[in-house]
């Protein structure tokens, strides 16, 4: 009964689709994961230029093998595991920031492939923003039980902060979310593209735009809201007691969440794949690359923020998540609904 | 086949959350398996064609609501041995309640099979656009009924539990603005050997520059 029941669902038709699936969650996560390795390596480059230094120059050409170097050195460190903390959890954390981040990009279109003009997105559904915003909530329990688990007091302090403000900041995100889904008529990311071929979505929501960039600072714990792992303060907040390989999955999460961010925002606002004007040259380039060009350029924001300003202090940040973007954030949501409902969607 | 598989993948995941929930000795394994539940439970929500009410039910029940939860567990220090030990007279009456809830899903489940209906999701292409169509038209009024509610309840909250507290120190970012150079700073040019004069520091006055005699 049972071999007939596998017989049946593990038909060479549905194997052709697991494969096919299996092969292409490959080819988004391992170009995402390079990707991610190669953040590291920007960010230390432009923030060594914005020190007048040079960053990494050592390893490889301008130093580019460095974080494939930093990679296997954090392989071969002792994986120390503190005394009195809750082995299970402690070990369950990381992964519980790692796995949200990588499943973020199921959803995230990369626009048409160059060969057969197909959109390339593992799953085009419907809900593609909700279920991203869904998913990146889900990245807080991590930071939250590593915090909790280490049984010691930095890394709980660090936990509590970096909760209680990507909770906050989610809840203006969401607010500008929605306005854009307005703006687009749909909440699928592909569709709310499309609906930018005329104009990209940064030119009639700019406000939305600037408080988008800055929530998306705050979501991802990034400078100048990096108050979870302020050095002055807390060692380095919830990963404190985290060594080797645990320490590695959450810089892999958090860099991610940085990535998976900008993408999101090069959707809602700039276009996504879209070329800036479209005429015959820039229409010939494929998609991909137009996209990549705009998560580059909100990375460098993120970065270049981290090399300018100077931290938060908590109570501001918190000031600055429900008195000032909170309100503004609805007031826009309304201003947009009422203008759609009177002129219509851009879709 | 195949959702078949996932149905029991996900009812025995939701399970499993619950069966953590009871049985786990520490509150956040209990919060852990709380977590495990909801996220079945949306699973189950997709499988049936409720994509909208499965990704809602992660964002707000995972995101906010057990995120408040833990919070809660990891801040307050209780000895959870200590409290469970009243527990055994309330039995039970939780034995009872659990009773009353079987009996009404079996009944239900039995006598009218025709409201467990199949789901509606291929009648319409997004239930998104769906449920908005029927909150709004048929529902419109216990709709807004509901959010006035959630609003009172929003409100009431926040009076039940401000106290104003005295002596606190808060930054007001207007006056800090508004802050002028005079307000803080005066400029002078004082001579050498003068001081300043009586108008900055009146408490000092300035002292006569006395020349030490050179040795020699």
Do not use: C
């Not at chain 1, 391992?30 to 914005?50: C, D, H, N, Q, S």
């Not at chain 1, 999460?253 to 809602?268: Q, V, W």
């Not at chain 2, 009944?107 to 209906?117: E, V």
Request: glycine share 8%.
């Amino acid at each position: 009964m049972l071999n007939q029941y596998f017989a049946a669902v593990f038909t060479p038709d549905n194997l052709w689709w697991l494969g096919l699936t299996l092969a292409a969650i490959l080819a988004l996560a391992i170009p995402v994961l390079i990707g991610m390795a190669m953040l590291t390596w920007f960010e230390r480059k432009v923030l060594g230029y914005m020190h007048l230094r040079y960053g990494p120059m050592y390893v490889g050409p301008f130093g580019l093998l460095q974080p494939f170097a930093d990679a296997i050195k954090l392989m071969f460190k002792e994986p120390f595991l503190p005394e009195r903390a809750n082995m299970l959890m402690f070990m369950l954390a990381p992964l519980m920031v790692f796995i949200p981040a990588l499943l973020a990009w199921a959803v995230i279109p990369l626009g048409p492939d160059p060969f057969f003009n197909k959109n390339m997105v593992i799953a085009d559904i419907n809900l593609g923003v909700l279920y991203l915003l869904a998913v990146s909530s889900l990245g807080v329990y991590g930071i939250l039980l590593a915090g909790w688990s280490s049984n010691s007091k930095y890394p709980f302090l660090g936990a509590v902060r970096s909760g209680a403000q990507m909770v906050s900041y989610e809840v203006s995100l969401g607010l500008i979310v929605l306005s854009v889904i307005v703006l687009a008529g749909s909440m699928n990311l592909t569709k709310i593209v499309q609906a930018q071929t005329d104009m990209w979505f940064i030119i009639p929501a700019f406000p939305a735009f600037v408080m988008f960039l800055i929530s998306i600072l705050a979501e991802t714990n990034r400078h100048p809201f990096d108050l979870p792992e302020a050095e002055a303060e807390l060692v380095a907040g919830y990963n404190t007691e985290y060594s080797s390989m645990p320490f590695a999955l959450f810089f892999l999460g958090e860099y991610i969440a940085m990535i998976t961010m900008s993408a999101f925002t090069a959707l809602l606002f700039l276009g996504g794949w879209l070329p800036p004007l479209n005429i015959w040259p820039l229409t010939a380039i494929p998609g991909i690359f137009w996209f990549g060009i705009k998560v580059l350029a909100i990375l460098f924001f993120m970065i270049w923020v981290r090399g300018t300003l100077p931290r938060y202090r908590y109570d501001q940040l918190m000031r600055l998540g429900w008195k000032i973007f909170l309100p503004l954030s609805l007031t826009w949501l309304i201003l947009t609904a009422t203008v759609v409902k009177i002129w219509g969607n851009l879709a | 086949m195949i959702p078949d598989l996932l149905f029991l993948l996900f009812a025995s995941g939701l399970l499993a959350g619950a069966a953590l929930i009871m049985f786990g000795k520490n509150p956040m394994v209990g919060v852990l398996g709380m977590l495990l539940a909801f996220l079945n439970a949306s699973g189950l929500f997709i499988l049936l064609g409720a994509e909208f009410l499965g990704l809602l039910l992660i964002m707000v029940y995972v995101g906010a609501i057990a995120v408040m939860f833990l919070f809660v567990l990891m801040t307050i220090d209780i000895d959870f041995a200590t409290l469970r030990e009243g527990a055994a007279p309330y039995l039970p009456l939780g034995l009872l309640v659990v009773a009353l809830l079987a009996a009404q899903f079996i009944m239900a489940a039995s006598g009218a099979p025709a409201l467990i209906s199949a789901p509606h999701a291929a009648q319409e292409p997004q239930n998104i656009i769906a449920l908005g169509r029927i909150l709004f038209t048929q529902y419109g009024v216990p709709f807004q009924v509901a959010g006035l509610v959630l609003l009172t309840a929003m409100v009431g909250a926040i009076v039940l539990t401000h106290r104003p507290r005295t002596g606190v120190k808060r930054q007001s970012v207007a006056a800090q603005v508004q802050r002028q150079r005079g307000d803080a700073l005066t400029l002078t040019s004082p001579q050498t050997g003068q001081g300043t004069g009586k108008t900055v520091a009146k408490h000092w006055a300035p002292k006569p520059v006395v020349q030490k005699p050179s040795k020699g």
